[in-house]
């Protein structure tokens, strides 16, 4: 290599370094940050589990069963495997199956739908209202026919969905109202908590979940002492005593050393939301000058920011155009469900859900999580508005 070339590549290099020290680069989420400050309390409560190997159903689950009830402002709480797990023992408690159908909305994670499919029931995929992305009431009620037994409102990305029309929905057609909660936690509307709305709601413990344990998990909370029993045989193989089994159960029973983890992050839960309602707040300041589209906050509801997600008609150049300044977006989700190959036998055909289908190809989940800083968010923004400026330009 000649003088000049080596001089120009060590310059290149030299630049590239510090482009790098500049700009770190910003994550969809930070999971590591959050357990570096839990670690301690975490591995000390593991440790005693160890100690007393009371790894299946310790007291440490109904520990937190207690503590999670009581943050959703019900009686009753039964930790199960997983999100999915919940949705599926919850329509099992409820008695639906092979015959019923259950609606639920087009634009949900494919869980939702495919727990119906595990009970035996048809899920109904219905539209969407283009302001929240939340599941349509008007669109419920057309869906209905004497099939239908349970309604399964989504609070996708943490905004609760529209309560009060659903539950009059479910009242005026004797429906059983189950709340995909899994993107909820602490979600409020008119005061009430996601969870304390349907006769049993389903949260999701996935690790990148607002309350994530160290692996799977999920629980049903309910006020009806009667489904939470029942919860707690389908839970655990149908066994009323142990090797009596007096219905079909299955094992998916929280773990104790899970249990451990979501009780240490009990404690920080409404601190963490309340640093992604700031982060939320700081992202509306500093985008305001872009062409991005801003979720809304519904009158009455608390959004907790399980995902920041913007519209914008250029989704996939921006999503690129941001991975190449280092900040990382997701895509929540990019396929209407009505387009998955295990729900090509459920009752709703694609085109009717063009709201969801229009918004499932501009939306964009910018990086969101309790510890990001307003520095952060201003890299995004300021990333955005080039964007913006290059695309106007040509
Ligand atoms: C809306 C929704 N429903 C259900 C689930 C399923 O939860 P899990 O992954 O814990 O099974 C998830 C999360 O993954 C979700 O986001």
Known sequence: MNRALASQQAHYEINKMSTQREQPSIPLIDLATQSSRIKEEVLARIGRVIDKANYILGEEVAEFEAEFARYCGVEHCV?????????????????IGPGDEVITAANSFAATALAIAYSGATPVLVDICEDDFN?????????????????????????????????????????????????????ELNGTRCGAFGDIACFSFYPGKNLGAFGDAGACV????????????????????????????????????????????????????????????????????????????????????????????????????????????????????????????????????????????EILSLPMYPEMTREQVATVAAAAEEFGLMTVRG
């Open 135 to 187: 599941i349509d009431p008007v669109m419920i009620q057309r869906a209905i026919t004497p099939n239908t037994k349970a309604i399964i409102p989504v609070h996708l990305y943490g905004q609760p969905a529209r309560m009060q029309e659903i539950l009059a929905i479910a009242t005026r057609h004797d429906l059983k109202v189950i709340e995909d909660s899994a993107q909820g936690h602490g979600g």
């Open 222 to 361: 309910t006020r009806d002492a009667r489904l939470a029993e029942k919860l707690q045989l389908l839970r655990n193989y149908g066994q009323v005593v142990k090797n009596r089994h007096d219905l079909l159960g299955f094992n998916c029973r929280l773990d104790t050393v899970q249990a451990c983890v979501l009780l240490t992050k009990m404690q920080f839960i409404e601190e963490w939301t309340e640093q992604r309602r700031q982060v939320a707040q700081w992202y509306r300041e500093e985008l305001a000058n872009t062409d991005l589209l801003l979720p809304i906050e519904r009158s009455g509801a608390r959004h907790v920011y399980h995902l920041f997600v913007i519209r914008h008609p250029e989704r996939d150049q921006l999503m690129k155009f941001l991975a190449g300044r280092k900040i990382f977006c997701g895509i929540h989700y990019p396929n209407p469900l009505p387009t998955a190959q295990p729900f090509s036998a459920a009752r709703t055909i694609p085109e009717n859900v063009p709201v969801c289908t229009q918004l499932s190809g």
């Open 79 to 95: 930790g199960v495997a997983n999100g999915t797990d919940a949705i599926h023992l919850a329509l099992r408690a409820l008695d």
